[in-house]
């Protein structure tokens, strides 16, 4: 299948290799042309700017989007959209608010341009491991866009399945689900990453106690100097609490187990503070989640181990950079 793919970050020009490893054509265009080069190297077909990329594109035409949330996407969208013609197919794999969405679904229906929005998880880890997404749109532009996805998910893989599925749709065990209409698929997504805040607060917390049991402020006895290196691998091994976000732990420690490159300043990217809002409008309590981002802010006043952590996890999944301690 031939797709545009528009932005080649981290996860864009992933995404555009693991398609095209399966065997589809990828037109591909980004602001700076040094991504476009390396990936036209490769064998994908290169595009000068975003007119000549829809030129390219033989219609009904489908056009992926991995750009910043906020004002990049929707720049590059409203160029985008004025260039595309009934039938053809926007797709924004970014971390859009969901909100964002139904606006935009809404206004492209009026010119009969089908709106498409994917939450993508995998990070920069998804060439190999493939992506996870939650999906919203028309069912029509999904089901025709179903190659695509099936090419970025990651498959049933090694995991047994889950008992009582044999009725259901079988996408979600290959990686992917349509979620429900515009914005449904970035609203999942959004909640996932809000789950992620706390689960990876849970896991810095837990490590920054291990190592504060050998400070010097606790009686002799009481005090262990602990491999937290090991901690985190033997967990890793039949642990209840064993889980990816782990295994990352694992490395970062085995690497460096003081995580001196890390200053413990740990930004976030918004995903977070959408999922209390929608927390606040459904009046659902979200204490976990509203604490695990409430530490982020205190980290980037008193930065602690727990968030140099925070900030390794974050750097394993996603290649967050921060500054280096000391810098």
Known sequence: MQLGVIG?????????????????????????????????????????????????????????????????????????????????????????????????????????????DVGTSGGVWGLERGYCMMIGGPKEAIDRLD?????????????????????????????????????????????????????????????????????????DSERFALDLADVAEVWRRGSVVSSWLLDLTAIALAEDPALANFTGEVEDSGEGRWTLEAAIDEDVPATVLAASLFARFRSREQPAFSDKVLSALRMGFGGHVEPKAGL
């Open 147 to 219: 190659p695509i996805f099936r090419s970025l998910a990651p498959g049933p893989g090694s995991i047994a399945r889950t008992p009582g599925r044999e009725k259901r749709d079988p996408r979600a065990e290959y990686g992917y689900i349509h979620a429900g209409p515009a914005g449904a698929g970035h609203f999942v997504k959004m909640i996932h990453n809000g789950i992620e805040y706390g689960l990876m607060q849970a896991y810095a917390e837990g490590f920054g106690i291990l190592r504060g049991k050998a400070d010097a402020k606790l009686p």
């Open 8 to 116: 080649l970050g981290r996860m864009g020009a992933n995404i555009a290799r693991r398609l095209f490893r399966a065997g589809h054509n990828c037109v591909i265009y980004n602001r700076t042309p040094k991504p476009v080069e390396e990936l036209a190297a490769e064998g994908l077909t290169p595009a000068a700017d975003i007119a000549d990329l829809v030129r390219k594109l033989a219609p009904p035409r489908a056009i992926w989007l991995m750009l910043p949330a906020g004002a990049v996407t929707e720049g590059v969208l409203t160029s985008v959209s004025g260039l595309l013609d009934a039938g053809d197919i926007l797709i924004d794999g970014g971390n859009s608010f969901y909100k964002d969405d139904i606006r935009r679904a809404k206004t492209l229906a009026s010119k009969s341009i089908a709106y498409v």
